[in-house]
């Protein structure tokens, strides 16, 4: 005898090598297992933009509540004597900001206190409404995104797109059959043309188009105030005041559901059918194809035989037809008494946001102009409970904010980081290694 107990090792020895435990991993020179499909499919759906969004929306709404709270008399009237009794305060902090967020809700989406199923359903077709300006310039600006330009000059093409409408063709005696489409034909030409402007200078002198957009939105802004200030051009006769004529009522678009839904006409319906063209022109078509590819990379798009500064061009006529597109959803829909320097209404600006965050996707576009559309129907309801109508601008903001900054989401929801991060935090650590080495 050696003096040894036998063990565990001894009996592994033993056995017959069939018998044995597989063993595998990196350190052993074997197949790493695959993980689960259903864990791969739970991180990749947690890493997705869509969830990403909802997130980015409920952490504003969250922020916004917070807000809500703090501006409310009544929560700082009982945060005065917090201490004596904290339930006060609370049920303040409770009833402000559920009240503000009903208040939302019955003004954008479902008024349930209204008499009637119609009335009740009004709100949702106010957002939609509201929400048809903006997916079209939305349009436009995400277009634009995607052959790599900065297209913040949406308010001056829809300055101009109003404008050039309203002369060509509201002192024109036609049937609306005629009259409505050439109306339409004409603000959408009239906004490429000032896209147009843009995507020429930049092709040609390579002028940076956020320096061209912003000096032609003020080019626009003061062309149209001083037509709608002159007589004879689009001043509206008898008046001094800076206002145009009313559009002519065989131009308007016509009420979708009926007199009862004022601001829902066929101007929705021609913006849906404009995101499926535009999803169909980028996604499909070989114009697309190249815009993407210059979007990407422009030297390498050159070098692979495409003419950037055509697809440069062709991007801002899109772009600008898409606001003209918006400002006749005013002119024609929702503004038909006459127009002034401020028909566009922040649409163009919004446009950018709602561009974000529909990540430059049609239909992201589509349901981000939407969700604006939305806030802007609820924030009047909301103003008459006293919240101040800057809280959803506030809001708006912050989805942007939280849409811009992904990491940041990931990081307060504990999601899991994408390769791109970890790749970035790996190389990170490793130089932080090298330096202190």
């Given at each position: 005898m050696s003096g040894?107990?036998?063990?565990?090792?001894?009996t592994a020895r033993s056995?017959?090598?069939?018998?044995?435990?597989?063993?595998?991993?990196?350190?052993?020179?074997?197949?790493?297992?695959?993980?689960?499909?259903?864990?791969?499919f739970i991180k990749e759906l947690l890493r997705g933009s869509a969830v990403t969004t909802a997130l980015a929306i409920v952490l504003a709404?969250?922020?916004?509540?917070?807000?809500?709270?703090?501006?409310?008399?009544?929560?700082?009237?009982?945060?005065?004597?917090?201490?004596?009794?904290?339930?006060?305060?609370?049920?303040?902090?409770?009833?402000?900001?559920?009240?503000?967020?009903?208040?939302l809700f019955r003004g954008a989406v479902f008024n349930p206190n209204a008499a009637d199923f119609l009335t009740q359903i009004r709100p949702l077709t106010n957002s939609l409404g509201f929400a048809a300006p903006l997916i079209a310039a939305g349009?436009?600006?995400?277009?634009?995104?995607?052959?790599?330009?900065?297209?913040?000059?949406?308010?001056?093409?829809?300055l101009v797109a109003a404008g050039?409408?309203?002369?060509?063709?509201?002192?024109?005696?036609?049937?609306?059959?005629?009259?409505?489409?050439?109306t339409l034909a004409a603000g959408i030409l009239g906004g490429a043309l000032w896209g147009g402007i843009v995507g020429l200078l930049k092709a040609r002198t390579g002028a940076h188009e956020v320096i061209l957009t912003i000096m032609l939105n003020y080019i626009a802004y003061y062309l149209l105030v001083w037509m709608i200030r002159t007589p004879g051009l689009l001043q509206k006769p008898g008046t001094n005041q800076p206002i145009s004529s009313a559009t002519p009522e065989s131009a308007q678009f016509p009420q979708l559901l009926g007199p009862q839904f004022p601001l829902l006409d066929w101007g929705l319906i021609i913006v849906v059918l404009a995101t499926l063209l535009i999803w169909w022109v980028i996604e499909?078509?070989?114009?697309?194809?190249?815009?993407?590819?210059?979007?990407?990379?422009p030297h390498a798009a050159r070098a692979a035989g495409i003419s950037v500064e055509r697809i440069y061009?062709?991007?801002?006529?899109?772009?600008g037809g898409l606001a003209g597109l918006a400002a006749m959803n005013q002119i024609q829909g929702s503004?038909?008494?006459?127009?002034?320097?401020?028909?566009?209404?922040?649409?163009?600006?919004?446009?950018?946001?709602?561009?974000?965050?529909?990540?430059?996707?049609?239909?992201?576009?589509?349901?981000?102009?939407?969700?604006?559309?939305?806030?802007?129907?609820?924030?009047?309801?909301?103003?008459?409970?006293?919240?101040?109508?800057?809280?959803?601008?506030?809001?708006?903001?912050?989805?942007?904010?939280?849409?811009?900054?992904?990491?940041?989401?990931?990081?307060?929801?504990?999601?899991?980081?994408?390769?791109?991060?970890?790749?970035?935090?790996?190389?990170?650590?490793?130089?932080?290694?090298?330096?202190?080495?």
């Amino acid at each position: 005898m050696s003096g040894t107990t036998p063990g565990a090792d001894d009996t592994a020895r033993s056995l017959p090598s069939e018998q044995l435990p597989h063993a595998s991993g990196p350190l052993t020179g074997g197949e790493v297992p695959a993980a689960p499909r259903t864990n791969v499919f739970i991180k990749e759906l947690l890493r997705g933009s869509a969830v990403t969004t909802a997130l980015a929306i409920v952490l504003a709404l969250l922020a916004g509540g917070v807000l809500i709270a703090a501006t409310n008399d009544d929560v700082q009237a009982a945060a005065g004597y917090f201490f004596a009794r904290p339930t006060d305060t609370l049920v303040a902090i409770w009833n402000s900001v559920v009240g503000g967020y009903a208040a939302l809700f019955r003004g954008a989406v479902f008024n349930p206190n209204a008499a009637d199923f119609l009335t009740q359903i009004r709100p949702l077709t106010n957002s939609l409404g509201f929400a048809a300006p903006l997916i079209a310039a939305g349009l436009g600006v995400a277009l634009a995104f995607r052959a790599g330009l900065f297209n913040i000059g949406a308010r001056g093409q829809m300055l101009v797109a109003a404008g050039f409408a309203a002369l060509v063709t509201f002192n024109v005696d036609l049937p609306m059959a005629l009259h409505l489409p050439l109306t339409l034909a004409a603000g959408i030409l009239g906004g490429a043309l000032w896209g147009g402007i843009v995507g020429l200078l930049k092709a040609r002198t390579g002028a940076h188009e956020v320096i061209l957009t912003i000096m032609l939105n003020y080019i626009a802004y003061y062309l149209l105030v001083w037509m709608i200030r002159t007589p004879g051009l689009l001043q509206k006769p008898g008046t001094n005041q800076p206002i145009s004529s009313a559009t002519p009522e065989s131009a308007q678009f016509p009420q979708l559901l009926g007199p009862q839904f004022p601001l829902l006409d066929w101007g929705l319906i021609i913006v849906v059918l404009a995101t499926l063209l535009i999803w169909w022109v980028i996604e499909r078509s070989s114009l697309g194809l190249r815009m993407r590819a210059v979007g990407e990379n422009p030297h390498a798009a050159r070098a692979a035989g495409i003419s950037v500064e055509r697809i440069y061009i062709y991007a801002m006529l899109f772009a600008g037809g898409l606001a003209g597109l918006a400002a006749m959803n005013q002119i024609q829909g929702s503004v038909t008494t006459g127009f002034s320097g401020t028909i566009d209404a922040g649409i163009g600006f919004d446009a950018i946001t709602v561009a974000l965050l529909g990540r430059s996707r049609p239909w992201g576009v589509f349901a981000a102009g939407i969700l604006f559309g939305a806030l802007k129907a609820g924030s009047f309801a909301m103003q008459a409970q006293g919240i101040p109508v800057d809280i959803v601008l506030v809001v708006q903001s912050l989805i942007v904010l939280f849409i811009a900054a992904p990491p940041l989401l990931r990081t307060v929801f504990f999601l899991p980081k994408t390769d791109a991060e970890k790749a970035a935090k790996a190389r990170a650590k490793a130089a932080k290694k090298a330096v202190t080495a």
